[in-house]
């Protein structure tokens, strides 16, 4: 008997060995503010199981903010954030591999008072303007490069600003304490329902200027060594973000479940939201690097250090493409 269990183990081993070795699937860390808007998306993705589905399992981490997130990424704690191509752009001068996977080209624009008599920026001159973030916001920066190319005026001499944070800005314009507000896209959205207009958008401004409006900004930023490791996973990504904006865009209940975090005041808003969100999905296929490379000369005029550091062109490896 004993014979006879020694050969079956042996044999179960022989079957066991000659069994492919199933490949453990990746744990995602993402530090994500889960106040912001890109948290409807990555609810979206793990509730319905988008992560799961295409082979990786994404795990939420709540972060105070950009700069926290950028830090928590550069430090190894963890393994995806969302920012901008331009700071992937600097890291990847610095020696730091990050790779940027497109999540929204959705920008905000310069809005008004639905009875402002305003029709172009330079109707504003001598005028109060807030401007969500600071001088050396991307979107402040397309604005300015807009009046002096194309209505010929430098905007931020003839005019005042009031820099601040996002919601700061929006109260104020709702208050009419300023004459025209450049916010980001969630909250240019609950402005024109609260009955703004929008004077100009940034993407109109960035056509104007021979800019590509399809190249999105904002976009998922994975550290190199965890795509280099899991061969398919920024496809991976790309499409669990597909899947999320593609259900959302088609059933009505997907947006139902996550608005109580959308925090949207009236109907009006929750649909303006809802709008806005999914006009700035990012098209299919590679990133035009020619096109991002002329936002980038433009950034560098207006922006300078501040904004690029180093970064005299766009550096190689910045935006992930199929199969690398």
Not at 95 to 111: E, H, K, Q, T, W
Not at 189 to 206: D, F, H, S
Not at 210 to 232: A, C, E, F, M, W
Request: a negative charge.
């Amino acid at each position: 008997m004993t014979i006879l269990k020694t050969l079956a183990g042996a044999a179960l081993a022989a079957l066991l060995s000659s069994l492919p070795v199933r490949a453990e699937t990746p744990v995602l860390r993402a530090a994500l503010q889960l106040s912001g808007t890109v948290n409807w998306e990555a609810d979206t993705i793990r509730h319905y199981g988008f992560d799961e589905a295409n082979g990786f399992r994404m795990e939420v981490i709540d972060i105070a903010g950009t700069p926290a997130a950028q830090i928590a990424l550069v430090g190894g704690e963890v393994d995806m954030i969302v920012s901008d191509w331009l700071w992937v752009a600097r890291e990847r001068t610095a020696g730091r591999d990050v790779v940027f996977i497109p999540y929204s080209r959705a920008v905000g624009g310069l809005m008004v008072q639905a009875d402002s008599a305003a029709k172009s920026l330079a109707d504003l001159k001598g005028q109060k303007i807030g401007v969500a973030g600071s001088p050396i916001d991307k979107s402040w920066l397309i604005l300015r490069a807009y009046a002096q190319k194309i209505e010929h005026f430098d905007l931020a001499e003839t005019t005042e600003q009031v820099f601040g944070a996002p919601p700061l800005v929006y109260k104020a314009a709702l208050d009419g304490e300023v004459e025209g507000a450049l916010n980001f896209w969630n909250f240019g959205a609950r402005m024109q329902a609260a009955g703004m207009r929008t004077l100009l958008t940034v993407g109109k401004a960035a056509e104007a200027l021979g800019l590509d409006p399809q190249t999105p900004l904002v976009g998922y930023v994975v550290r190199g060594d965890i795509l280099k490791s899991h061969p398919g996973l920024g496809e991976a990504i790309a499409a669990a973000s597909r899947q999320a904006k593609n259900k959302l865009s088609a059933d009505p209940a997907a947006w139902e479940r996550i608005r109580p975090m959308m925090r949207a005041e009236s109907d009006a808003e929750f649909e303006a939201l809802k709008a806005a969100f999914l006009a700035g999905a990012p098209g299919e296929g590679a990133v035009d690097e020619v096109a991002a490379a002329r936002m980038l000369k433009l950034m560098t005029e207006l922006g300078g250090a501040d904004l690029v550091g180093d970064l005299k062109e766009l550096p190689d490896g910045v935006f992930h493409h199929s199969g690398s």
